[in-house]
């Protein structure tokens, strides 16, 4: 007879859990004091929102709102507080961070909890660079709160005070594929996708009939790339093609790609970084873009959330950022799963 483990909650699981959860306790508290020192204000983004976002892969949870009259009005649990902290931004607020319950649905396994902590910190009027630098200040935070000298997650480790490695998705591509990624790009950035399915099946990964370019793209990203990014050292992946940037401004260097990088350590990923999109027009272009995908692929999509586009007509030049905190408490503590650093894990009836 199968045994059914015992819930988290039991005396003695909680107890064998309970100092990686007061680690999480103090590295939460050493986020704070340190982007406060740094003049950023912490805001509490509503988790109730009109649009979860608009992002073709995120899923979100659904809920209503019933008035007084009785009436009935949809509403999401939010996927990122973004939208919301972009709207203070068009507010005036110049500094400002997030540490904040988001939700996603169709989302579990050891690095994905339906309900977690993202943190969010955004400059106005600063590039988009200066959010490395953060990342490099925050990894050792954590390192030096945690005590440890290095990151560990499933037989992989990571040095948190070392110098980051920075490397292109069209370095990335080459290096660890073989692939001229920017030869599927033409130069306003727009997708050539038989040009990199012939570049990804002779790389040796499978290519079907009905892959689009992002399909292909995701599946060398996934089996080739992501394996070997923050071995030894954190390592920040930039300039990833426009269409794969839904909410970062295009490069002034090069228009085929856009102002986004992603932070990794251990193999696992843990910030994604934008130099923000404000042109209301553009971004409009790309949620419809990307619901019409997510409508062709899971048979429904989100509101479109009009004020938020509003807001960023008035929204001035701002970098922003969002890190998994979960993700980076259990890589200072080289836990095995997202669900050992979180004090009350979703229940979960599927197996594990």
């Known amino acids: 007879m199968t045994q059914t483990p015992s819930p988290w909650w039991a005396p003695h699981i909680h107890a064998d859990r309970r100092p990686r959860l007061l680690l999480r306790n103090r590295i939460v508290q050493a986020v704070r004091a340190h982007l406060c020192g740094l003049g950023f204000v912490e805001v509490e983004a509503a988790c109730l929102q009109v649009s979860p976002g608009n992002e073709t892969h995120l899923s979100a949870f659904a809920t209503e709102r019933i008035g007084p009259d009785g009436a009935r009005d949809p509403l999401y ?8 902290c972009k709207k203070l931004l068009a507010a005036g607020e110049p500094r400002l961070f997030s540490l904040a319950r988001v939700f996603r ?3 579990r396994g050891p ?3 339906p309900e977690f902590t993202m943190l969010e910190w955004y400059r106005a009027g600063e590039p988009y660079t200066r959010l490395m630098q953060d990342c490099a200040d925050l990894l050792r ?6 005590g440890i000298a290095r990151f560990a997650w499933r037989g992989r480790s990571c040095d948190p005070f070392a110098p980051f490695e920075r490397l292109t998705l069209a370095e990335a591509f080459g290096r660890y594929a073989g692939i001229d990624l920017l030869a599927s790009l033409d130069a306003a950035g727009a997708t050539d996708r038989d040009a990199l399915a012939a570049s990804v099946a002779g790389a040796g990964l499978r290519v079907a009939g009905d892959d689009t ?3 292909l793209f995701s599946r060398v990203l996934v089996a080739r790339i992501e ?5 030894g050292r954190p390592t920040l992946l930039c300039e990833y ?3 794969e940037a839904a909410l970062a401004r295009p490069s002034p260097r090069d228009p085929r790609v856009a102002e986004r990088f992603e ?10 970084a934008f130099g923000e999109l404000t042109d209301p027009g553009e971004q409009r272009r790309r949620f419809e873009d990307a619901m019409a995908e997510r409508r062709r692929i899971y048979g429904e999509a989100y509101p479109i959330d009009e004020d938020f586009l509003a807001a960023l007509g008035r929204m001035p030049e701002a970098s922003g950022i969002a890190l998994g905190l979960d993700r980076l408490v259990m890589l200072a503590c080289g836990a095995a799963r997202i669900d050992d650093v979180v004090w009350t894990p979703v229940a979960d009836r599927s197996p594990r």
């Not at 649990?77 to 919301?84: D, K, Y």
């Not at 932070?263 to 994604?272: I, K, S």
Request: glycine share 4%; net charge negative; hydrophobic share 40%.
């Open 227 to 231: 394996p070997h990014l923050g071995e």
């Open 263 to 272: 932070l990794y350590a251990c193999g696992v990923e843990l910030a994604n």
């Open 77 to 84: 649990l939010h996927t990122s507080p973004e939208f919301a």
């Open 111 to 113: 690095l994905h909890h």
């Open 105 to 107: 649905n169709r989302e």
């Open 241 to 243: 093609p426009v269409s």
């Open 141 to 146: 935070l954590a390192a030096e709160t945690a």
């Open 213 to 215: 370019w992002a399909d």
